[in-house]
T-cell receptor
């Protein structure tokens, strides 16, 4: 079975530009979460979507937005890029069971470099 | 902010058990303990989770103290491929990663 896929793998942008990152969850998974991982740190939660509804949002500015489509794939958009947005962006999918826990499966990430 | 405290780094000899500790003294009653690991340049990989009882799966064992304020992840027979950053997370819902423990397995 295919795991979580993300595109593109690598991306180079300049300050002020915007970027769209894409994620396809594991088949049957209805929840997608986005994380930002700056070099040397653990992943930081950005958004979670479940059944196309935003279920959680981390401490990120409004320049970050996301959406989930009817097929459960998701996009993360970042506007007005800053140098500090350079990071590995991870997508994770899960099939929440409503018990307060779920096993999240992570994709390989998109490496964004802002120059 | 992460609600866990882990050692920055640990070493283990190949073939020996690796015991990774985690303190989570402020854990709430409904929060689970998760362990994930991240091998260089890859996405994190789920290892195991638990609420109150000790848990075991094909990858590892999780020992949670009776007061739930700390836990230990045990890799019973560490291999070189187990070299990674190991994250201990307490959560009900979204995952909050800390700095993790860099485990290095030596030949």
């Amino acid at each position: 079975d295919a795991g979580v896929t993300q595109s593109p793998t690598h991306l180079i942008k300049t300050r002020g530009q915007h970027v769209t990152l894409r994620c396809s969850p594991i088949s049957g998974h209805k929840s997608v979460s986005w994380y930002q991982q700056v070099l040397g740190q653990g992943p930081q939660f950005i958004f979670q979507y479940y059944e196309k509804e935003e279920r959680g949002r981390g401490n990120f500015p409004d320049r970050f937005s996301a959406r989930q489509f009817p097929n459960y794939s998701s996009e993360l958009n970042v506007n007005a890029l800053l140098l500090g947005d350079s990071a590995l962006y991870l997508c994770a999918s899960s099939f929440p069971l409503g018990q307060g826990w779920d096993e999240q499966f992570f994709g390989p990430g998109t490496r964004l470099t802002v120059l | 902010d992460a609600k866990t405290t882990q050692p920055t780094s640990m070493d283990c000899a190949e073939g020996r058990a690796a015991n990774l500790p985690c303190n989570h003294s402020t854990i709430s009653g409904n929060e689970y303990v998760y362990w994930y690991r991240q091998i260089h340049s890859q996405g994190p990989q789920y290892i195991i989770h638990g609420l109150k009882n000790n848990e075991t799966n094909e990858m590892a064992s999780l020992i949670i103290t009776e007061d739930r304020k700390s836990s230990t992840l045990i890799l019973p027979h560490a291999t070189l491929r187990d070299t990674a950053v190991y994250y201990c997370i307490v959560s009900y819902g979204k995952l909050t990663f800390g700095q993790g423990t860099i485990l290095t397995v030596h030949p």
